[in-house]
């Protein structure tokens, strides 16, 4: 089993910058594809990024691509979502999650194990 807790979400205004910081307990991370999700009220989780175990390979969803970067720090068991040029439109409740699985997806239901989320809220 994995514990995952994220941290680094705030508010900030149109334009700024986030790190987003997922830390894993229980089982290395280095067994898992990580990925990061997010929810907005009243809509329905969404995906975001995800990154393979080595950290050599990626997959973003299209309209973050050029301003998030993940990455992970085996090292440390944790995941990054780096988010520039943050825009209204990317508040949400942000999830980490692990996939034991062997090709990067975009599927929530593919994921077996969720943090609680952190919130980011981005002013216009």
Do not use: H
């Not at 680094?8 to 999700?37: D, E, H, K, P, T």
């Not at 995800?50 to 973050?64: F, L, M, P």
């Not at 090292?75 to 980490?96: F, G, H, I, R, W």
């Amino acid at each position: 089993q994995v514990q995952l807790v994220e941290s680094g979400g705030g508010l900030v205004q149109a334009g700024a910058s986030l790190r987003l910081s997922c830390a894993a307990s229980g089982r290395a991370s280095s067994n898992y594809i990580m990925g990061w999700f997010r929810q907005a009220p009243w809509k329905e989780r969404e995906f975001v990024a995800c990154i393979g175990r080595s950290g050599r390979t990626t997959y973003y969803t299209d309209s973050v691509k050029g301003r998030f970067t993940i990455s992970r720090d085996n090292a440390k068991n944790t995941a990054y979502l780096q988010m520039n040029s943050l825009k209204p439109e990317d508040t949400a409740v942000y999830y980490c999650a692990v996939d034991s699985g062997v090709i990067l997806r975009s599927t929530t239901t593919t994921y077996d194990y969720w943090g609680q989320g952190t919130q980011v809220t981005v002013s216009s």
